[in-house]
């Protein structure tokens, strides 16, 4: 008995120093392994990338803390004992977000060799910024652009900036194309105030071609909010007379707004409302009011007949033909169709059957009308509740947007793919989203072809390559 008592602890003995031994092989090889897969490069740059990847997809999140790959050590997110220098995990993700962001800055001014020609034209735009010259106030803009919008001809651009001690400005930039390959802007000092915010602008046709802005202003207080129409020539430094604004009509929470060119329904505007769509005449001042089940927040008329089509916060589009009167109940709706979030924006073709639709769940699609259904879909744009357009030209086959990170991107029109992705000037702040305008002619037929951009106090132009055989460009931030 004794014998085997003592063989039993003999054995027990063998087998921990053999345990030992195994893990010791283990952990070495282990070691070796993780030396081999992952740090194979003898580039210390790439040494560190792949350590730093390594630690990032092992390490487990602690609550509270946070592990810092550079110092190799956890530290607390939440303010200690001493209340100095609290972190959140907020301000950690604006850190990465920020770094990212500089990242493609840099990237974005290092030229590269392009291999696809159909991105060259995309890949080739030069950033530069713009002085804005004006006839009289010779100091700089101080006040932050909010909205930019081109006319047709892309000669004139409205804007909507916001002033420090409440509401905003408007005025409108007069472009003109240089010699050199560059633009000249001039403001018009007859600049319009007012308390109110700006919902939605596009440019009218009353007289002539973009002779007015329609702007839907949103109520606040006691003042009631309204859909104006503003001749362009109260912005003007040649203009001696100050004519007064043609109309005003008082509406309450106008979302979008949309002029008509076809001759059927000359001189008539629509507003989007909440559970409302209302057109009107401009001159005669006749009204046909829809009633909808929800907010109307994107709108546009097609061309070739009267036909206006919208989108709304339940996601739903449909078009109303004018021509269609008197029906009860939602019978003058056709064309019915629907994508997952709050539409924020369409916007047709030239081929009027088919329309471009953004919604706030960051989808871009492209609808067929006449199918209700979509053909295409434009992926990577970024928005959760923002009230973002998207723009069209299809003279260049380009889909451009802003996201709600602050990013301008660049679709193919055709195929969906992303051609570019511009970063933004400045860093992103939900505040400092920026505005574009893209044309094939800034400044009007003999202007250049590119891409302004609003952002801050600041104007930026992108002249666009229109030499497709050129493919000395810069690398598309992805």
Same mark, same amino acid.
């Given at each position: ?28 090889n282990r070691q070796s392994a993780f030396e081999n897969k992952t740090l194979g490069s003898d580039n210390p740059v790439s040494l560190y990338s792949r350590i730093a990847t390594f630690f990032r997809h092992s390490l487990i999140e602690l609550p509270g803390f946070y592990f810092d790959v550079e110092k190799n050590r956890y530290f607390r997110l939440l303010p ?43 890949? @080739? ?43 905003? %400005? ?26 109110? %915010?700006? &919902? ?109 089509? &919208? ?21 003058? %709706? ?44 434009? %992926? @990577? ?20 947007? /802003? ?12 195929? @969906? ?18 505005? /574009? /305008? ?26 666009? &390559? ?13």
């Amino acid at each position: 008995y004794t014998m085997r008592k003592w063989n039993s602890r003999e054995e027990r003995r063998s087998r921990r120093r053999q345990g030992a031994h195994r893990n010791d092989w283990y952990r070495d090889n282990r070691q070796s392994a993780f030396e081999n897969k992952t740090l194979g490069s003898d580039n210390p740059v790439s040494l560190y990338s792949r350590i730093a990847t390594f630690f990032r997809h092992s390490l487990i999140e602690l609550p509270g803390f946070y592990f810092d790959v550079e110092k190799n050590r956890y530290f607390r997110l939440l303010p200690g004992h001493n209340n100095c220098n609290p972190l959140t995990k907020e301000q950690l993700q604006e850190k990465e977000r920020e770094k990212h962001r500089a990242r493609l800055l840099s990237e974005d001014d290092q030229p590269f060799k392009v291999q696809l020609v159909h991105e060259v034209k995309a890949s @080739g735009m030069m950033r530069q910024r713009l002085e804005v010259k004006s006839t009289e106030n010779h100091s700089p803009n101080q006040d932050n652009f909010r909205v930019i919008v081109g006319d047709s001809a892309s000669e004139r651009v409205f804007t909507v900036n916001d002033v420090s001690h409440g509401g905003c %400005k408007y005025g409108i930039m007069n472009f003109k194309g240089c010699s050199r390959g560059s633009l000249a802007v001039e403001m018009c000092d007859n600049l319009y105030f007012t308390n109110r %915010k700006v &919902n939605s602008i596009c440019w009218a046709s009353v007289n002539h071609p973009d002779s007015h802005v329609l702007l839907c202003l949103v109520g606040m207080a006691d003042t009631p909010g309204c859909v104006s129409l503003l001749p362009a020539s109260l912005f003007s430094n040649s203009n001696p007379e100050q004519p007064g604004m043609l109309c005003s009509f008082k509406i309450s929470a106008a979302w979008s707004c949309a002029w008509c060119l076809n001759p059927q329904a000359d001189k008539s505007f629509s507003t989007g409302l909440s559970r409302r769509i209302i057109v009107q005449d401009a001159e005669a001042r006749r009204t046909q009011t829809y009633s909808v089940t929800s907010d109307v927040l994107a709108q546009q008329f097609a061309v070739r007949a009267p036909v206006l089509f &919208n989108g709304c916060r339940s996601g739903e589009m449909f078009s109303i033909d004018l021509r269609v009167r008197g029906r009860r109940g939602g019978g003058w %709706k056709s064309s019915r169709f629907h994508q997952e979030s709050a539409i924020t924006s369409v916007r047709l073709l030239q081929d009027e059957n088919y329309l471009l639709a953004a919604d706030m769940l960051g989808q871009i699609k492209l609808w067929d009308v006449r199918a209700t259904k979509p053909v295409r879909e434009y %992926k @990577g744009h970024h928005n959760e509740h923002a009230y973002l357009p998207i723009h069209v030209n299809e003279a260049e086959g380009l889909l451009l947007a /802003v996201g709600q990170d602050c990013y301008t991107r660049l679709w193919s029109l055709q195929d @969906g793919q992303l051609l570019r992705t511009i970063p933004s000037p400045h860093p992103a702040a939900k505040d400092l989203i920026p505005s /574009v /305008v893209f044309s094939s002619q800034l400044g009007g037929r003999r202007g250049l072809p590119g891409l302004l951009m609003a952002v801050k106090h600041d104007l930026y132009y992108f002249s666009y &390559n229109t030499d497709p055989q050129d493919t000395t460009t810069r690398q598309p931030a992805r």
